[in-house]
């Protein structure tokens, strides 16, 4: 009694040790006439399943850091690492749950090394005043998992260097000096220096072009104007720019795929304390739904006791069924119901139990196997045939199924799906053999994990439903989280993997599509009016649309195309405008327009003019 508070204003709760070392909560709840209703009872640890070879425990401690209760490894009195972790995390706890991990040190058996682990958090009483001063600490002796090489990523890096320098020298060696050779062709042969030596370009753009060039500087030196065509026409063609350019990005497209197929997709090694994490959640998910099921049917036996011996009467249970359902949020629902299964008396919404007379003993029921949503009820006699029935909410369901990671089910006996954590249709088969053959194993034994290869690699685990009213039904909980999904180091890297292929593909896309618009479209504009002037259309008008080494190719030929049709003296005629590009531009005083004058009649002479003299 020495825990209770001195003053007790409302429902309290504190936690002590018992004679025999065993932990107690005791409750405290504050009478009429000074007196205290005060309460006690053993809190043991739940026996979640541990891992042998990673010395698992879970512990309960008081706020000076003692130990009072502990399932699975406790930890020995030589392991000061992990007496002192247990220590920090029980002060850590005040300030809510986390981690704490201890220095990694060589492994005693299996070689390797291993850290230890522990994971706290307080333990609280919702809805009552009072600081318990608990803590639960998760300890772990894990092994050390080897990180990424540090030089893992210079291969892709190296590739990607090879990739891009000789990118750019084909694409400098193969279309920017071919280019540059045409300008200056172009150039000689526009200046009127007709006698010069024009390259031989391979590019079929290029050469098309100076097909032309040729063409023209031939026809203005023999002076036929018929055009015939020039030697460099004849020459053989060589590959498309669009095509070298599109083997550029291919190349750097083939990195990324390369990438891609290599460290994107490698294998994931899951390590054991990994499953074993998720097996203890999924356990501590079923062990939630257990616990709040039954408690659900403990509080119909409660208020039961609190009815009239008088059995027509059972109205006077409203004040308590209204705040049952307003308190507790597992029940979307709770009424009375008579001999033949009639509806009396309902707080919270509509019941969706059929008009049927539950059984005569008290317990938790499924009542429908097909429909669209499964009705979970718990109930319990009343005096003179009625019974009071509860029924569960499956939102609230799930949300402790969502306890455990992944996508997690509740299957019935027959392996149809009547809650899960994501979208699901309710009363659904279990379609999948490996998790079937799991929710099999786990119905008959302890919980079942294991990774499987199906789906792309997930961890697969099961846990049955067991003792209390709800764990008659038969239910198991099935979880699965892909293995993508894990924190592990091979996802971290497959991931970035993933992102760098997606840039290299965005750069290539990119590469490709600036050569084409700022390099291949121009030139095939220039090279379609170069072939018609070798083909004798001297008509076609040929506009630059760049300042830049096409454009001046552009202008060239264009010159070329009038000295055709104007005459030799047309090529270097051509000149820009006097004056430096640099110098400032000046605007022209604009000059009046004058009126224009009304001219004279030619038949009468003019005001004040006198004949000349015969």
Avoid at 288 to 308: E, H, T, Y
Wanted: hydrophobic share 40%.
């Amino acid at each position: 009694m020495q825990v209770v508070p001195q003053t007790v204003a409302d429902a309290t709760v504190a936690a002590t040790v018992a004679a025999n070392g065993e932990p107690r909560m005791v409750a405290a709840l504050a009478l009429p006439s000074d007196q205290l209703l005060v309460a006690t009872s053993a809190t043991p640890l739940p026996q979640l399943p541990t891992h042998d070879d990673l010395r698992q425990a879970l512990l309960l401690t008081m706020g000076n850091s003692q130990v009072v209760d502990a399932s699975g490894a406790r930890p020995a009195q030589d392991e000061q690492d992990v007496t002192r972790l247990v220590g920090l995390a029980s002060a850590a706890a005040h300030g809510g749950n986390g981690t704490i991990l201890g220095d990694p040190v060589n492994r005693t058996t299996g070689g390797g090394r291993e850290q230890v682990v522990a994971a706290y958090a307080p333990v609280s009483a919702d809805g009552l005043t009072g600081a318990l001063g608990l803590t639960v600490v998760s300890v772990t002796h894990v092994q050390v998992a080897q990180g990424t090489e540090g030089g893992q990523g210079l291969i892709p890096a190296a590739g990607l260097a090879v990739v891009a320098l000789l990118g750019f020298v084909g694409i400098r060696t193969a279309l920017i000096r071919p280019l540059r050779r045409l300008r200056a062709d172009a150039l000689a042969v526009a200046s009127g220096r007709l006698t010069a030596t024009l390259h031989r370009h391979r590019p079929a753009e290029i050469h098309r072009i100076s097909a032309a060039l040729e063409h023209c500087r031939n026809t203005l030196l023999n002076g036929d104007n018929g055009g015939g065509k020039g030697d460099n026409s004849r020459r053989r063609r060589g590959p498309s720019c669009g095509l070298i350019a599109a083997l550029s990005a291919a190349a750097v497209l083939g990195w990324s795929a390369a990438v891609l197929l290599t460290v994107g997709t490698g294998g994931v090694e899951v390590p054991p304390a990994v499953t074993t994490s998720i097996r203890n959640q999924t356990v501590g998910a079923t062990e939630a739904l257990r616990k709040s099921m039954n408690d659900g049917l403990a509080d119909l036996a409660a208020v039961a006791a609190l009815a009239p011996t008088d059995s027509q009467n059972p109205s006077a249970l409203r004040p308590a069924i209204d705040r049952l359902v307003k308190e507790q949020s597992r029940y979307r629902s709770v009424y009375v119901v008579d001999n033949t299964g009639e509806v009396t008396m309902n707080a919270g919404r509509a019941p969706l139990r059929s008009k049927e007379r539950p059984p005569a003993e008290a317990g938790v029921q499924q009542q429908n196997d097909s429909g669209r949503v499964a009705v979970l009820y718990a109930h319990t006699p009343l005096a003179g045939g009625f019974s009071l029935v509860g029924e569960f909410d499956l939102n609230h369901l799930a949300g402790l199924l969502g306890h455990a990671p992944g996508k997690v089910r509740l299957l019935d006996t027959k392996r149809r799906t009547i809650a899960a954590t994501d979208g699901y249709v309710a009363f659904e088969d279990l379609s999948d053999d490996g998790l079937r053959t799991l929710a099999d194993k786990a119905g008959k034994g302890d919980p079942a994990a294991e990774v499987q290869p199906d789906s792309g690699g997930r961890v697969a685990v099961a846990s049955a439903l067991r003792g209390g009213p709800s764990g008659k039904l038969g239910w198991t909980v099935v979880v699965e989280e892909p293995i993508a999904d894990l924190a592990l180091t091979d996802n971290e890297l497959r991931h970035n993997a993933v992102t760098v292929a997606m840039i290299g593909g965005l750069l290539a896309a990119l590469l490709f599509g600036w050569h084409h618009f700022v390099l291949i479209r121009p030139l095939r504009r220039v090279a379609a009016t170069a072939d018609r002037i070798v083909a004798g259309d001297h008509a076609a008008v040929l506009y630059p649309q760049h300042h830049d080494e096409i454009g001046t190719v552009a202008s060239c030929l264009e010159i070329c195309r009038q000295a055709l049709t104007m005459g030799p003296e047309r090529l270097g005629s051509v000149r820009r405008p006097p004056g430096a590009a640099t110098d400032v531009t000046q605007l022209i005083r604009r000059v009046p327009v004058e009126p224009a004058r009304r001219p004279l009649p030619r038949h009468a002479p003019s005001v004040g003019t006198r004949q000349a003299p015969a």
